[in-house]
C-alpha cells in the first residue's frame, strides 16, 4: 500500500475547497491550481501551495495536461484529485499521471475510456445483463439508417452522442421528418463539444426520474452502493435540485437497483467512487443510462444520509486500502436535499451573471451545510461553470428537510450578482414538488410558477434591494474619501505562493 502525503487538486471552486477539506482532516499538504483569471480565488488561499498553470481560458489552464503535471512535480505532490469536471474523465490525463509516478484518484484510463464512450458502456452493461434503453447496438452511420431504426423502435426517440455529457449532442425526435436534421446537429455538437461525432438511438422514456446509486469499490474485489439519489429536477438536462432517499423508490426497487449498479461496476473492474445512472419509467422499470466515472456535484446528500466522507474514501481507494464496511453495514438516515446556487438569471432565460460580489450571508444552523467558493469582494469570472454554492440540508423526514432548506434559502442572500435562490424557493414551495410527484419534464411543467418575475415572491427583496441602491449612492458621495473594496494583497507568486491560511 502506497501511502500519499501530498495531493494536487486539478481542478478549482467550490470542488476544490472540497477535497482539500478532507486533505487537512488526513493530515495531507494539498496543492491549488488556478488560472490568472483565479487569481483571488478561494482555493488558492485555502490549500497549502497554489500554482498559476495559464490563462483564463479552461484550455490554456485547466486542461493544459503538461502544465499540471509539471506542476505536480515541481510541488511533490504524489497524486492528483480531479474533482468533476474539466480533467476528471479524461483517459489520457489518467494515463500520463500513471506514466509520471502520480497517482491517479479515480478509475484506471482503461475503464474511463469503456465508460466515457456510451456505445461501449450500453454493450458492457447489455452483456452484464443490466437493463438498457431500447435502441441501437452501436453508432449509426447515416441518416438512412437512423430512419429504418427509428421506424422499428417507434418514435419518440433521442439521438445522443457517444461521448457526451452534460446534455450536449442530445436532440429529442418526435417526428419523423425531423429525423435527419437532428442527427446532423447531434453529430456537429458532438463533433465541436467533444471531438467525436459518433451518435446512437435510444427510445425516449415519457416522464422519467434519473436516478443514480453511488458506488465504491476497492482494489481487492470489494463494492458497495451508498443508495440513490433522486436527481430529476433539471433544466436542458443539468440538475438544479438532489435528493435521498428518492420519493420514487420502494425498498424492493432500491434493493434491486442497488444489486444492478454493483453489478455493473463490477462487470468492468471499477476502483473508487462512481455513480451508476440509471431512467426509470412511471411503471418503475428501471434502465442503465451511464456511468460517471468521478465524484459527483450532489456526493454531500450521500455523504449526510450515510456519515460516509466520500473523498476519503476515494483517498483510500487509490491508497490500495481495503472498504472497511460491507453492503450490510450502510443504512440511509434521515433525508438530505441538495440546491445548486447558480450565478444566472432564471428569469431571463438563465442568462450567466458574472461580476463582483458586494455582500453575501450565507445560511446557518441545525443541518445545513454550504458548499461555496465566493466571498464579499469577489469578482465572479465569465470563462467557468455558474454554479457558485451548493447548499444541502438535513432532516429526519423529507418534510422537515424541506422546510430547513425553505428556511435556509431565505437566509442565503447574495447582492453584485444575479442567483439562482428565489427559483429554488419556488421549487420548495411548489406543491408537486412537495407531494414528491415530479420527473424529468419538472421546470417545464411548472415553468409559469417557477420562472415568475422574483419581486413578486417576497416584498422583504425590495426593500432589501432599495436599501443597498441607497448605500451604493452614499458611497458615491463620498468618492473623494471612500475607496473601491480591493481584496487584500498578499504575497503572490507566480509559481509557486505558499500560503498558510
Known amino acids: 500500500m502506497k501511502k500519499i502525503k501530498k495531493i494536487l487538486i486539478a481542478n478549482r471552486g467550490e470542488i476544490a475547497i472540497r477535497v482539500m477539506r478532507t486533505c487537512r482532516e488526513l493530515d495531507l499538504e494539498s ?17 497549502h501551495e497554489a500554482y498559476c498553470v495559464g490563462k483564463a481560458p479552461s484550455s490554456e489552464s485547466y486542461l493544459n495536461i503538461d502544465k499540471i503535471i509539471e506542476v505536480a512535480k515541481q510541488s511533490g505532490a504524489d497524486a492528483i484529485h480531479p474533482g468533476y469536471g474539466f480533467l476528471s474523465e479524461n483517459a489520457d490525463f489518467a494515463r500520463r499521471c500513471g506514466e509520471e509516478g502520480i497517482v491517479f484518484i479515480g478509475p484506471s484510463p482503461e475503464v474511463i475510456v469503456q465508460m466515457g464512450d456510451k456505445i461501449q458502456a450500453r454493450e458492457a452493461m447489455t452483456a452484464a445483463g443490466i437493463p438498457v434503453v431500447p435502441g441501437t447496438d452501436g453508432e449509426i452511420k447515416s441518416e438512412d439508417e437512423a430512419l429504418e431504426v427509428i421506424k422499428s423502435i417507434g418514435l419518440p426517440v433521442m439521438i445522443k452522442a457517444s461521448a457526451g455529457g452534460g446534455g450536449k449532442g442530445m436532440r429529442l425526435v418526435k417526428n419523423e421528418s425531423e429525423v ?56 436542458r438536462h443539468q440538475k438544479m435540485i438532489e435528493e435521498t432517499p428518492s420519493p420514487l423508490m ?22 473508487g467512487a462512481g455513480t451508476i445512472e440509471f431512467l426509470v419509467d412511471n411503471d418503475l422499470n428501471y434502465y442503465f443510462l451511464e456511468m460517471n466515472t468521478r465524484l459527483q456535484v450532489e456526493h454531500p446528500i450521500t455523504e449526510r444520509v450515510t456519515g460516509i ?77 455558474p454554479m457558485i454554492s451548493k447548499l444541502i440540508v438535513w432532516g429526519k423526514t423529507r418534510d422537515e428537510a424541506i422546510a430547513r432548506m425553505r428556511r435556509a434559502l431565505y437566509e442565503y442572500k447574495i447582492t453584485g450578482v444575479k442567483t439562482s ?38 416584498p422583504e427583496d425590495m426593500v ?29 507568486r507566480k509559481i509557486p505562493y505558499v500560503n498558510h491560511f
Not at 460580489?357 to 467557468?384: A, F, N, Q
Not at 414551495?429 to 417557477?450: P, R, S, V, W
Open 180 to 235: 435527419v436534421s437532428a442527427v446532423r446537429a447531434a453529430r456537429s455538437e458532438a463533433k465541436s463539444a467533444f471531438g467525436d461525432d459518433a451518435v446512437y438511438i435510444e427510445k425516449y422514456i415519457t416522464s422519467p426520474h434519473h436516478i443514480e446509486f453511488q458506488i465504491l469499490a476497492d482494489q481487492h474485489g470489494n463494492t458497495v452502493h451508498l443508495f440513490e439519489r433522486e436527481c430529476s429536477v433539471q433544466r
Open 250 to 271: 420502494t425498498p424492493e426497487l432500491r434493493d434491486e437497483m442497488g444489486k444492478a449498479a454493483v453489478e455493473a461496476a463490477k462487470a468492468v473492474n471499477y476502483v
Open 421 to 458: 435562490i428565489k427559483m429554488l424557493e419556488r421549487v420548495m414551495n411548489n406543491e408537486n414538488f412537495i407531494a414528491g410527484n415530479y420527473d424529468t419534464h419538472f421546470i417545464e411543467k411548472n415553468q409559469e410558477q417557477l420562472l415568475s418575475n422574483g419581486m413578486k415572491d417576497n
Open 31 to 47: 496543492v491549488a491550481i488556478y488560472s490568472e483569471a483565479d487569481r483571488t480565488s478561494l482555493h488558492v488561499r485555502y490549500a
Open 464 to 492: 432589501i434591494i432599495a436599501a443597498f441602491i441607497d448605500y451604493l449612492d452614499k458611497l458615491g458621495s463620498n468618492a473623494a474619501v471612500t475607496k473601491e473594496f480591493v481584496p487584500a494583497q498578499s504575497r503572490w
Open 309 to 385: 466522507d466520500l473523498v476519503k474514501q476515494q483517498i483510500y481507494a487509490a491508497e490500495g486500502r481495503e472498504l472497511e464496511f460491507g453492503q450490510d453495514d450502510l443504512r440511509q438516515r434521515g433525508h438530505a436535499i441538495e440546491c445548486r446556487i447558480y450565478a444566472e438569471d432564471p428569469d431571463n432565460n438563465f442568462m450567466p451573471s458574472a461580476g463582483k460580489v458586494y455582500k453575501i450571508s450565507t445560511p446557518l444552523g441545525l443541518g445545513v451545510r454550504t458548499d461555496g467558493y465566493v466571498y464579499e469582494g469577489y469578482e465572479i469570472p465569465i470563462y467557468y461553470d
